[in-house]
Nanobody, 128 residues
Framework: QVQLVESGGGLVEAGGSLRLSCTASERTFNYRAVAWFRQAPGKEREFVAAMSWGAPSTYYADSVKGRFTISRDNAKNTVYLQMNSLKSEDTAVYYC?????????????????????WGQGAQVTVSS
């Protein structure tokens, strides 16, 4: 069972930056596709960014492309989400996710049902 622990959320003014971290409890994390999702009040969980393992590929939702960057540090079993130029509409609870280590290197997963493990969520609030 993989446990994911998130950190780095908080309150920031519009135009500011935050970096979220998600650290896994075991090294098999390095062989898993990972992603960030978010859920705003009254809305469904939506895809934000994804990253493969092995041959590193990334994919972003149109709403965050050019502003957010997903990355991973395999030595630390950690995936990051750097968020720049934040907008009020980015306010949400952000969740990291990891798949069941069933994908080939380079595979990108963007559906929440494709992920098996989830972090507890980190609140990001952007004030306008």
């Amino acid at each position: 069972q993989v446990q994911l622990v998130e950190s780095g959320g908080g309150l920031v003014e519009a135009g500011g930056s935050l970096r979220l971290s998600c650290t896994a409890s075991e090294r098999t994390f390095n062989y898993r596709a990972v992603a960030w999702f978010r859920q705003a009040p009254g809305k469904e969980r939506e895809f934000v960014a994804a990253m493969s393992w092995g041959a590193p590929s990334t994919y972003y939702a149109d709403s965050v492309k050019g502003r957010f960057t997903i990355s991973r540090d395999n030595a630390k079993n950690t995936v990051y989400l750097q968020m720049n130029s934040l907008k009020s509409e980015d306010t949400a609870v952000y969740y990291c996710a990891a798949d069941g280590a069933t994908q080939a290197p380079g595979a990108i997963l963007i559906g929440p049902d494709e992920y098996d493990y989830w972090g507890q969520g980190a609140q990001v609030t952007v004030s306008s």
